[in-house]
């Protein structure tokens, strides 16, 4: 099967790409790159030195003996991704290329705009590509749990049965995105939904939770195949962070109360959920959602693993709870399903205290690379 990993240069699309590789699918990486270039203009960068992608792939090559086909180009130019397209012939489409920070989105107008437009126009460039040329390649696309929001009920995969006024229908989940990042999520799931219903396009949206670790299998392989992982207040997520920060001796930086509950998962999970997607595509027709994560911590349970965990190691851990920069419930009722993803056959790795450890030793060997100057968060939600 061909696949195609739309943003392979990225965190969980180079983990991926490895992956499907290794595991003989034959894959190609499309990337316009724009994630280094926008580290660049913020001044921040992994935690990991990350080679450029075509060293990258040709010691994955050396190693293995598996190519991986490369396009460098933006998928918001039309001609560049068809005529990828039409070169390299996928079966499936991993889509991962997006601005993906919701602190990124609300620096100001115009990175909101720019996430907006690249993330909306380049989805749907994919879908009308899909409908004029690969009608039956299954899309898989990278959506984020974060489209539901944290509603007082219980969140369902996708869609929900709701009854009205003594009728009964099925309707997509109600949506109440906390940023304009998470925003532009909901308007690609709503384009992707409705290019299924007319075109009779086949999609997977998966709904994932926020992504921790740095190693899989294949990133391990070699020095030069490393992944990158953020720790920055723009573009790394919570529990990456809290590792780093105890790492450097920094105090953990819970925003607010930090009874934010969210779904988390190991990026050695994410890159099996899309090995399941794909092996097991939509039906044409068929808009299909998964949620993708595989537990379900608040901000302050991270906080306090990573320090049970760091002082474990000897690490003198401190746990700052910081005025929160966003606009969110601290605390809240958050109780999401995940049973497609499992019930296809994944089988979770679960945040236990020997995997916090690696993360902290991955973050011990890298910690002179820190630049302390930007632990703290900079990027406000209020004006
Ligand atoms: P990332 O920033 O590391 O990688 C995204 C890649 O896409 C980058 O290499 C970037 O250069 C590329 N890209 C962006 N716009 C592009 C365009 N117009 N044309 C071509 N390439 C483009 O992000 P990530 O953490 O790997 O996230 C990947 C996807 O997974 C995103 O869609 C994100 O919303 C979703 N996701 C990530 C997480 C997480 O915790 N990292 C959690 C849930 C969902
Ligand atoms: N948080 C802290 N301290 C920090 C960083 C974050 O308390 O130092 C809190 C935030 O306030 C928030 C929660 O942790 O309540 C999660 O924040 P995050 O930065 O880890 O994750 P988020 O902004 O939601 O975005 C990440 C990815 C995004 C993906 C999303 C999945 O960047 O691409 O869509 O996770 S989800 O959270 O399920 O929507």
Same mark, same amino acid.
């Given at each position: 099967m061909k696949v195609l990993v739309i943003g392979g240069d990225g965190y969980c699309g180079w983990a991926t790409a490895l992956h499907l590789a290794n595991k003989g699918y034959e894959v190609g990486i499309l990337d316009n790159l724009i994630r280094r270039h926008w580290d660049a203009k913020l001044g921040v960068d992994t935690l990991t030195p990350i080679a450029p992608i075509q060293q990258r792939l040709q010691r994955w090559q050396d190693l293995t003996g598996k190519p991986i086909a490369l396009y460098v180009g933006d998928i918001n130019n039309y001609d560049f991704l068809i005529k990828s397209l039409r070169d390299f012939g996928p079966d499936s489409i991993v889509h991962f290329g997006e601005q993906r920070s919701a602190p990124y989105s609300m620096i100001d107008r115009e990175h909101a705009v720019m996430t907006q437009t690249n993330n909306v126009v380049g989805t749907l460039n994919i879908l009308f590509a899909m409908r004029d040329e690969f009608p039956d390649c299954h899309l898989v696309k990278l959506g984020t749990? *974060?489209?539901?929001?944290?509603?007082?009920i219980d969140i369902e995969e996708g869609y929900i049965e709701i009854e009205h006024n003594g009728r009964k229908d099925t309707l997509p989940y109600p949506k109440q995105p906390g940023s304009f990042y998470h925003l532009s999520k909901v308007h690609d799931s709503h384009n992707i939904h409705f290019a299924c219903k007319i075109w009779g396009l086949r999609a997977t949206d998966l709904n994932q939770g926020i992504v921790y670790g740095v190693l899989t299998e294949e990133t391990g392989m070699d020095e030069l195949l490393v992944n990158r992982l953020d720790y920055d207040g723009v573009f790394g997520t919570a529990l990456n962070r809290f590792c780093i920060q105890a790492a450097i001796g920094h105090p953990l930086t819970v925003?607010?109360? *930090?009874?934010?509950t969210r779904g988390l998962l190991d990026i050695r999970d994410t890159v099996r959920c899309i090995e399941i997607a794909i092996n097991n595509p939509a039906e044409p027709g068929n808009f299909r959602v998964f949620n993708q994560f595989t537990e379900l911590f608040s901000v302050g349970d991270l906080a306090m693993m990573v320090k049970k965990a760091g002082s474990a190691m000897g690490m003198n851990v401190e746990i700052d709870h910081v005025d929160n920069p966003r606009v969110e419930l601290e605390e809240h009722y958050f109780n999401a399903k995940n049973t497609k993803l499992l019930d296809l056959g994944l089988q979770p790795h679960f945040l236990s205290d020997s995997l916090l450890d690696s993360l902290l030793n991955f973050a011990v060997k890298y910690k002179h690379r820190v630049d302390h100057n930007e632990i703290l968060p900079k990027v406000s939600w209020r004006r």
């Open positions: 749990m *974060g489209e539901y929001g944290t509603p007082n925003y607010g109360k *930090g009874g934010q």
